[in-house]
């Protein structure tokens, strides 16, 4: 168990819907980041978090959003579902370099689109 | 920029031989460097890392891998390979961005590892 928390862990939805998804990092991590994994593309980085501030942006469609809120817990957007939307989404929480660098990883959400 | 190279996205071996992962990485500085494991339908596990000193680095799981600066190399390896090993494995490198002052993990595509019994 890596601390770190995701809910759902499955979601279905249509085409055209808007679902979040909704991460708690490991007590303590300040830093959230979301990543994408599709069997086409792979890991994908998304967005990084810290303490409540967006602070780096990755492969991220205009379509998605997301934030961290005081409690550092993070939500993840995703609007106008399409077919290509089906992939795993994680989240992973940073200690700090003073922790050894290591991102942890939650058990991710899957995205199903119908 | 950082990247990772991993060479093979598909490797077999039978149970009980030598697992061998390659990994090359490229950096402008001094890297920390990981392997993550991942189970089907699960996230991905830490199994070991390099951050500084030895640059032979022991893991979970009996996994070990070694830091060579002059190759760029952080090859991943297990003596004996046993059937709960197959997994997909990614190598990572981080990266600090002054300018951001955001931390980043950039990974390799991932290695499918499959045993044969």
């Known amino acids: 168990d890596s601390g770190v928390t995701q809910t759902p862990k499955h979601l279905i939805t249509a085409t055209g819907q808007r679902v979040t998804l909704r991460c708690s990092p490991r007590?303590?991590?300040?830093?959230v980041y979301w990543y994408q994994q599709s069997l086409d593309q792979g890991l994908q980085f998304l967005i990084q978090?810290?303490?409540?501030?967006?602070?780096a942006k990755g492969n991220i469609l205009e379509r998605f959003s997301a934030q961290q809120f005081p409690d550092l817990h993070s939500e993840l957007n995703l609007s106008s579902l399409v077919l290509g939307d089906y992939a795993f989404y994680f989240c992973?929480?940073?200690?700090?370099?003073?922790?050894?660098?290591?991102?942890?990883f939650g058990p991710g959400t899957r995205l199903t689109v119908t | 920029a950082q990247s990772v190279t991993q060479l093979g996205s598909h490797v077999s071996v039978s149970e009980g031989a030598l697992v061998l992962l390659r990994c090359n990485y490229s950096?402008?500085?001094?890297?920390?460097l990981f392997w993550y494991v991942q189970y089907p339908n699960q996230g991905l596990q830490l199994l070991l890392k390099?951050?500084?000193?030895?640059?032979l680095v022991k893991g979970i799981n009996g996994f070990e891998a070694e830091f060579k600066k002059s190759e760029t190399s952080f090859h991943l390896t297990k003596p004996s390979a046993h059937m709960s090993d197959a997994a997909e494995y990614f190598c990572?490198?981080?990266?600090?961005?002054?300018?951001?002052?955001?931390?980043?993990?950039?990974f390799g595509k991932g290695t499918k590892l499959s045993v044969i019994p």
């Open positions: 992973a929480s940073w200690g700090g370099l003073a922790g050894g660098g290591e991102q942890y």
């Open positions: 950096s402008s500085v001094p890297p920390y």
């Open positions: 007590s303590g991590d300040l830093s």
């Open positions: 978090y810290y303490n409540g501030e967006e602070r």
């Open positions: 390099y951050t500084t000193g030895a640059t």
């Open positions: 990572a490198v981080s990266s600090l961005y002054s300018g951001a002052g955001s931390y980043q993990l950039t």
